[in-house]
């Protein structure tokens, strides 16, 4: 496979035009890269925010990671919640051959931000046909936008939103991907969510969405290691040995792009380091119409009233400088798939 530049916008949906939330991982069965992502129904007779619910779990695919084609929607309903329910935010990662997927779920269509959240995962062998494993315990009624992590001792971390704790990023661990121990917060100086945690340059980063464009962590720990995994505790403003420390480091998709429908913050993004060369693709969606970074309307912006809810998948690289991470967002990206 050659290197091949990856066009603006990388990806509309062809349904509902509202992806969200994307997740990229390679497909060993159909050798080509697979995207996820919560498929959101702009619509301008929405009661309230019920165009961000009801939404389901979209397929994407890319031979070349420039070209995507609309492959459908995953079946993930359950027994005992029949009906329309909502799936957000999916995490996919391969783990010893098994595909896993941590989703959340809420049940039912709501109108407003009150529905329970709960952590679902799935397991797969081709990324299309998803057996539901367990709920996750997290100790939470309100939590979303997972993100899975092997440690340098073997055992697993995961990143989320708890929504019960005012939207803040916290950390659980496990040695199975099924029993989890909730260690608590672990980034405190703002709400966010959408967190995302990989390896880069030497070092492990933290990127996530606060709302003002995307947050940049890095870990400044050595060893990130979780030791004996013992009950769920309360973990204090200063953290737990457990946890690992964060240091902020400059945002990045703060300020709207000159490409095509690159406009508005850069939200919920996910980041795929090239095995081959460590080559680092952040892929983020954005609304172009809604100028949530203050930017300017241009001539010929849609009048629907619902084109603020409009979104799109872009793409940009990520390079390593010295203590920090540097994202051109105005440079197109290239790819080079395994």
Known sequence: MTQVTMPAPLYEDPITGGPTDPTVIWNDCERRMFMFYTQRRPNPHAVGVSWVHGTKIAVASSDDGARWLYRGTLDLDLDGFPGENTFWAPEVVAIDGVYHMFVSMIVGVPTDWSGRSRMLHYTSHDLWRWTFVSEIDLASNRVIDPCVAREPDGAYSMWYKDEDLGGVICRAVSRDLNEWTVLGQEVFDCHQEGPNVFDLGGRRWMISDYWHGLAVYRQD???????????????????????????????ILAESGIRDRDRGLGHHADIWVNPKDSHAII????HPYAHDDGSPCLAGEPADPAAAQLSVVQAAELRVEGDVIVCDRNAAPVIDLP
Do not use: K, M, N
């Open 221 to 251: 720990d050595a060893a990130g290691e979780v030791g004996e995994i013992g009950e769920a505790g309360e973990v204090g403003e200063q953290g737990d040995s457990a946890l690992h420390r964060w240091t902020r480091c400059p945002d």
């Open 283 to 286: 892929f983020y969606f954005c």
